[in-house]
Structures are given as structure tokens and as C-alpha cells.
């Protein structure tokens, strides 16, 4: 059993830094650890049963995670693009896929192509998240509904996993459904209320003591627990009722040391699940069913994404957010494994086969979405410079006046406020690019230009007169002032760009991303005080200007700062 722990977690670990290295996921050299633990190259035979039993512990965490991570508002602030294309989108997948497997597998039975397409929509959350977070959009509009798409996506798993139990016990679906119904709004009952009182107490009483072990000791028995609680006594899967004990500690005030001690945790174990997968893997069963593989990968790669974006072209999203969500779906991962798996092992009812084709098509889709996404840049500026998908307001902004400054504020929260109203008392053309459409609409009012849109686009650059503009002020700590000020300075390479940060830490990341000065609010907020302290003190204007100055050169000297910074 050791040596295959270590075979396995030593290639996952080598070939997952490799993966990562190329700018993969690392998922890809998990799943190929597995198909090369499994050779027989080693000398002793490994032992794969060993792997799978340890994967179900990461299969369980996983969905504790999910849990721990999941809050119905994230889902709430997307849910007009989110749930409707997601359900939209995972039906015509499902079916796309059912049909496939329908027509090219011989004798195919209805209900096992049903389950292959089910399998087939589910995307990867781990895979999702990482590119996004590597492309820096994760924060973005279009990153929160690729996120919310994900947060439908695993409630359908879940979904999924409670009806399979039903489904397939041989049993008078009529009163099985009923029973079910039953048992588990007793589980959700007992762990919403009766859970939530035992576990939150039993985690501040182990928060007291200065043992960090100990905390997370509890918190994975509290996974683990729930997780066995709902399969013997409720006949749920051990998946719903780690999901569920993921939620109730999710919304305690533990939420965020749970977190950081069960999700490094669960990601170990992961690994395990993945290199189990990788495993079970027969490159040559793949080439044998070449058909149904390359159905399966064209549906992932292309039919997946095209129907979602045509899905949010149609409620009415810009291309940008259709591009970045319908790319970032072009992939499939670790519930449709843990389905496939299950419906498989445990209920005997999809071929081998099949979850091969399954397991093969993650593999390849996980390889290619990194590489996919770096196209995603271009085709948005191709679809932007000819203005397609592109929404602003439909008030004129008018040219630039020669005699006046142009400056361009993005987002107009209390700084971006402030100093509209100060550059207009000088005299200076101010335009105020903000998403949020109702500010807009209500400070045109007021007789301030303003546009609806992304700063990043480069039509709406255009529109607010970038190409004459003196300054570009970046006010939001959220806006990506990478992209922004890429999108700027292609435009006008003369215009001073200015961004804001909260942190000093961050002022020389955000000047590596195109920003040419950068204010902090740590900064600011030190050298206000020192101002204010000495002239209380009886200093004079010159010893605090001298004093300001000192200061603002020690904070360019620790992060490394240019002149620029400030």
C-alpha cells in the first residue's frame, strides 16, 4: 500500500509541476501520473484498489468543499445569465451527447446514452478557476457568471447523485421517489438545524484550545461523519451529505478556518481521485471506440461552447462576456468523472468504455482549454475593433474640444466622484466610463458624460475620446488595469494612465500592468497622518513637506518602486 501511495503521489507530483510549467492544469498530470503508476514498470505490482479507496475520502472532500465554497448569493448576482444558459446549455449537451452515443455504439439503450450526454455537461470548476484566475478575468463580470454557470453545474451533480440511488434499486419509482423525498428533507432538516447547533458548537469549543490539529481533525470528521450519516441511516450518497455539512460549516462563523485547514486537505486526497482515474485509463480501449472519443471531444470543444455563447448573445450579454464564459466551458472534469464512476462501479449500468471515453476526452479538453483561452484576447479585440457585442449608452459623447483636457475616469465610485468634480472646476472634459447602468443613467442626468460599458473595450475607449485624451484615471481597485491600460495605450500612446490600489503591496504589480502611476491607500493614508501629527506638533509647512517626502521615498525604496509611483 505505501509503495503505491508513493508511486502515485511522486508522479502526480513530477508531472504536475511539469503541467503546470507548460501552463496546463495541473489535473492533466494527475490523470497521466495514473496512466503511467498503472504500467507495469515498477517492479511490484500497484495496487489500484488501494488508490480508489483513498480517492472516495477525496471525492467526499471535494463535494465538502463545493459545499464550503457554495453561497446561493453568487449565484443570485448572475442569475439571469447563469441559470437560464446554464440549464439551456446542459440539456442541448446532454442531448447532443445521448445522441451520439445513441448513434455510434451499437445496441445503445436510451437510457445509457441519456447518461453519457448527462456525464458529458458537467465542466470542471478546478480547471474554470484556475484559467480564469491565470488570465486574470476571475473578478470580472464575466468571471462571476462563469462562476455562477459552475454553482448550476454542481447542483445538477448533486441533483444527479441523490436521484441515481432511486433510479436504479430496482424499486416502484412512484414510492421510491416519495421515500426518498422523505428521507432526505429528514437529512436536510437534521442538518440544517439540528447539524448546524452540534457542529457549531463543537467547533468553537475546539477553537478554544491552542491546537490547530484538533480543529482540523474535527472538521474532517464533521465531513466524513455527515458524509456516512446520510448514506446508512438516510440511503443518500456520501456525496449529497458531504455537500450538505460543507454548506452548514460554510456559513458559520468558521467558514474561513475551515477553509484554509480542510482544502489543502481535500486537495490531497484529490490528487489521489485523479491519479485513480488516470489509472483505469486504456489509451488502446480509446482508439478502439475512436468515434464515440471524437464525438465526445468535438462536443466538448465546440458544440459546449458555441451553444453557451449563442445562449448569452441571446440574453442580451456583450461578446466579450459570451466569448470569455463559452471558452472557459470547452472542457469536462471531475464530476463527470465522479459520475461516470459511480454510475459504472456501482450500479454496473455504463460500459467501461465509456467512462475510458469519458476519462480520455478530460484529458485532452483539460490540455487544450489553457491553450484555447489565450486566443480569447484576440478574438474579442477583432470583435470590438468591427463593434460587435459591444454595449454602451446611446448618448452622444461629444470630440474633444481643443482648448480643454480630456480625462477619462473609470468607475465612479467616491473617488471617481470626487475627482470628476474637481477636474470640472478647472475646466477639464471629464468622461466617466462605469458598469453599473442605473449610475449611469442617473448622473447623465446630472449633465455628466458618461457611457455605459467596459473600459477594456476598445470601441468604448474610442467612444469616450481616448485617441485625444490626456489622462486615463483607473479609480476601482477591482478593474483589470492591465487590460485597460493595454487597450488605452494602443489607442493613445501618449495618455498618462493613473490607477488606484488599497495596498502598497500591490501598487508595483499594478505598475508591471500597464499602469504608469499608482496610488495607495496605505500610502496615502501614513502620509496624511505624519502631516497631520507634526503640524499639530508645531512643525512647519517646510519640515512636513520634507518629512512627506522622506517617507514617500522609503515607501518606493521597499517595493521596489520607479519615480513614477506614488
Given at each position: 500500500m505505501i509503495f503505491t501511495l508513493a508511486i502515485g503521489l511522486a508522479l502526480a507530483l513530477l508531472l504536475g509541476i511539469t503541467a503546470q510549467k507548460l501552463r496546463l492544469s495541473p489535473i492533466v498530470g494527475y490523470l497521466l501520473a495514473g496512466i503511467l503508476a498503472a504500467r507495469p514498470w515498477w517492479g511490484i505490482s500497484v495496487e489500484g484498489e488501494v488508490v480508489d479507496e483513498f480517492s472516495h475520502i477525496g471525492v467526499v472532500l471535494l463535494l465538502f468543499g463545493v459545499g464550503l465554497q457554495f453561497h446561493?448569493?453568487?449565484?443570485?448576482?448572475?442569475?439571469?445569465?447563469?441559470?437560464?444558459?446554464?440549464?439551456?446549455?446542459?440539456a442541448v449537451r446532454a442531448l447532443t451527447g445521448a445522441l451520439g452515443y445513441y448513434l455510434l455504439v451499437p445496441d445503445a439503450d436510451a437510457v445509457v446514452s441519456l447518461l453519457f450526454g448527462a456525464c458529458m455537461c458537467v465542466s470542471s470548476t478546478v480547471?474554470?478557476?484556475?484559467?480564469?484566475?491565470?488570465?486574470?478575468?476571475?473578478?470580472?463580470?464575466?468571471?462571476?457568471?462563469?462562476?455562477?454557470?459552475?454553482?448550476?453545474?454542481?447542483?445538477?451533480?448533486?441533483?444527479?447523485?441523490?436521484?441515481?440511488?432511486?433510479?436504479?434499486?430496482?424499486?416502484?419509482?412512484?414510492?421510491?421517489?416519495?421515500?426518498?423525498?422523505?428521507?432526505?428533507?429528514?437529512?436536510?432538516?437534521?442538518?440544517?438545524?439540528?447539524?448546524?447547533?452540534?457542529?457549531?458548537?463543537?467547533?468553537?469549543?475546539?477553537?478554544?484550545?491552542?491546537?490547530?490539529?484538533?480543529?482540523?481533525?474535527?472538521?474532517?470528521?464533521?465531513?466524513?461523519?455527515?458524509?456516512?450519516?446520510?448514506?446508512?441511516?438516510?440511503?443518500?450518497?456520501?456525496?449529497?451529505?458531504?455537500?450538505?455539512?460543507?454548506?452548514?460549516?460554510?456559513q458559520s462563523k468558521f467558514s474561513a478556518r475551515a477553509a484554509g485547514d480542510a482544502l489543502p486537505m481535500r486537495d490531497a486526497f484529490a490528487v489521489l481521485f485523479f491519479v485513480s482515474v488516470g489509472m483505469g485509463f486504456d489509451l488502446a480501449g480509446l482508439l478502439e471506440h475512436w468515434e464515440l472519443a471524437l464525438s465526445a471531444l468535438l462536443l466538448t470543444l465546440i458544440a459546449k461552447p458555441v451553444a453557451a455563447y449563442i445562449v448569452i448573445r441571446l440574453l442580451k450579454r456583450p461578446s466579450r462576456m459570451a466569448l470569455i464564459?463559452?471558452?472557459?466551458?470547452?472542457?469536462?472534469?471531475?464530476?463527470?468523472?465522479?459520475?461516470?464512476?459511480?454510475?459504472?462501479?456501482?450500479?454496473?449500468?455504463?460500459?467501461?468504455?465509456?467512462?475510458?471515453?469519458?476519462?480520455?476526452?478530460?484529458?485532452?479538453?483539460?490540455?487544450?482549454?489553457?491553450?484555447?483561452?489565450?486566443?480569447?484576447?484576440?478574438?474579442?479585440?477583432?470583435?470590438?475593433?468591427?463593434?460587435?457585442?459591444?454595449?454602451?449608452?446611446?448618448?452622444?459623447?461629444?470630440?474633444?474640444?481643443?482648448?480643454?483636457?480630456?480625462?477619462?475616469?473609470?468607475?465612479?465610485g467616491p473617488c471617481g466622484q470626487i475627482l470628476q468634480r474637481i477636474f470640472s472646476e478647472y475646466h477639464m472634459e471629464v468622461v466617466v466610463i462605469e458598469m453599473n447602468v442605473d449610475t449611469v443613467t442617473r448622473i447623465t442626468r446630472e449633465g455628466i458624460l458618461a457611457l455605459h460599458g467596459d473600459a477594456r473595450q476598445r470601441t468604448i475607449l474610442k467612444l469616450a475620446g481616448v485617441e485625444e485624451a490626456t489622462a486615463i484615471i483607473i479609480t476601482s481597485v477591482?478593474?483589470?488595469?492591465?487590460?485597460?491600460?493595454?487597450?488605452?495605450?494602443s489607442l493613445n500612446s501618449n495618455i498618462s494612465i493613473m490607477a488606484y490600489t488599497t495596498y502598497t503591496s500591490n501598487a508595483l504589480a499594478m505598475m508591471n500592468d500597464g499602469a504608469q502611476t499608482v496610488f495607495s491607500g496605505e500610502q496615502e493614508v501614513a502620509l496624511s497622518m505624519v502631516s497631520l501629527l507634526l503640524g499639530k506638533l508645531g512643525a512647519t509647512d517646510e519640515q512636513i513637506q520634507r518629512e512627506r517626502k522622506k517617507a514617500q521615498n522609503t515607501f518606493e525604496q521597499s517595493f521596489g518602486a520607479t519615480s513614477g509611483k506614488r
Open positions: 446561493f448569493k453568487d449565484l443570485l448576482a448572475v442569475q439571469k445569465v447563469a441559470v437560464p444558459g446554464s440549464i439551456i446549455c446542459m480547471v474554470l478557476t484556475r484559467v480564469l484566475a491565470d488570465n486574470k478575468v476571475l473578478q470580472t463580470p464575466a468571471g462571476h457568471t462563469a462562476l455562477g454557470w459552475l454553482v448550476v453545474e454542481d447542483i445538477f451533480t448533486i441533483i444527479l447523485l441523490v436521484l441515481l440511488p432511486v433510479f436504479f434499486a430496482g424499486q416502484a419509482l412512484g414510492p421510491a421517489l416519495g421515500w426518498m423525498a422523505i428521507k432526505l428533507t429528514l437529512l436536510v432538516l437534521c442538518v440544517a438545524f439540528l447539524g448546524k447547533i452540534i457542529i457549531e458548537n463543537t467547533l468553537t469549543y475546539v477553537s478554544r484550545s491552542t491546537s490547530d490539529e484538533l480543529f482540523t481533525l474535527t472538521v474532517l470528521v464533521i465531513a466524513l461523519g455527515i458524509a456516512v450519516l446520510s448514506s446508512r441511516v438516510f440511503n443518500a450518497s456520501l456525496e449529497f451529505g458531504a455537500f450538505l455539512s460543507g454548506m452548514v460549516v460554510g464564459v463559452s471558452t472557459s466551458l470547452s472542457q469536462v472534469g471531475e464530476f463527470s468523472f465522479i459520475l461516470a464512476s459511480l454510475i459504472a462501479n456501482q450500479y454496473h449500468i455504463l460500459p467501461d468504455f465509456a467512462v475510458n471515453v469519458i476519462t480520455g476526452t478530460a484529458i485532452i479538453s483539460i490540455t487544450l482549454n489553457a491553450a484555447l483561452y489565450r486566443f480569447v484576447p484576440r478574438l474579442v479585440r477583432a470583435f470590438e475593433d468591427r463593434g460587435i457585442g459591444v454595449t454602451h449608452s446611446h448618448d452622444e459623447i461629444p470630440a474633444p474640444t481643443e482648448d480643454k483636457h480630456r480625462i477619462i475616469i473609470v468607475g465612479f477591482a478593474a483589470p488595469a492591465k487590460e485597460i491600460a493595454e487597450a488605452a495605450r
